[in-house]
Nanobody, 121 residues
C-alpha cells in the first residue's frame, strides 16, 4: 500500500506565499513522475506543475514565474513553492505520483487526499 500525504495549505492574503509538501510512504520501490494538481469549486481538476526524477519540470501557464516545484528523491517528497498568490489560485491542491512497488511491477498513479489553499483578503 502506498500513501501520499499533503501538508502546508491554508489561508493567505493576495500576494502572499505558501509551501506545499507531499510525502509518499509505504511499499515504494521508486517513483518517476510527481505532480501537483488543483480543483476549484465547479471546475475540473487541472495540472499545476510536474517534475521528473531528473528534475525536468512543467508548469501551467497560469502559474509560470510564480510557482516552483521541486522534489527530494531520497525522502520521496515533492514540494510546491507558491509565491505571488492570487484569489484565482484558490482550490484544493492534490499531489500525484507514479509509483512502482516492486521492480517487476508497473508504475501506477496514486493521489493524496488534498489540501485547501484559500487566497483572500
Amino acid at each position: 500500500q502506498v500513501q501520499l500525504v499533503e501538508s502546508g495549505g491554508g489561508l493567505v492574503q493576495p500576494g502572499g506565499s505558501l509551501r506545499l509538501s507531499c510525502a509518499a510512504s509505504g511499499s515504494i520501490f521508486n517513483i518517476n513522475y510527481m505532480g501537483w494538481y488543483r480543483q476549484a469549486p465547479g471546475k475540473q481538476r487541472e495540472l499545476v506543475a510536474s517534475i521528473t526524477p531528473g528534475d525536468s519540470t512543467n508548469y501551467a501557464d497560469s502559474v509560470k514565474g510564480r510557482f516552483t516545484i521541486s522534489r527530494d528523491n531520497a525522502k520521496n517528497t515533492v514540494y510546491l513553492q507558491m509565491n505571488g498568490l492570487k484569489p484565482e489560485d484558490t482550490a484544493v491542491y492534490y499531489c500525484n505520483g507514479n509509483v512502482r512497488t516492486a521492480i517487476a511491477q508497473p508504475y501506477r498513479p496514486y493521489w493524496g487526499q488534498g489540501t485547501q489553499v484559500t487566497v483572500s483578503s
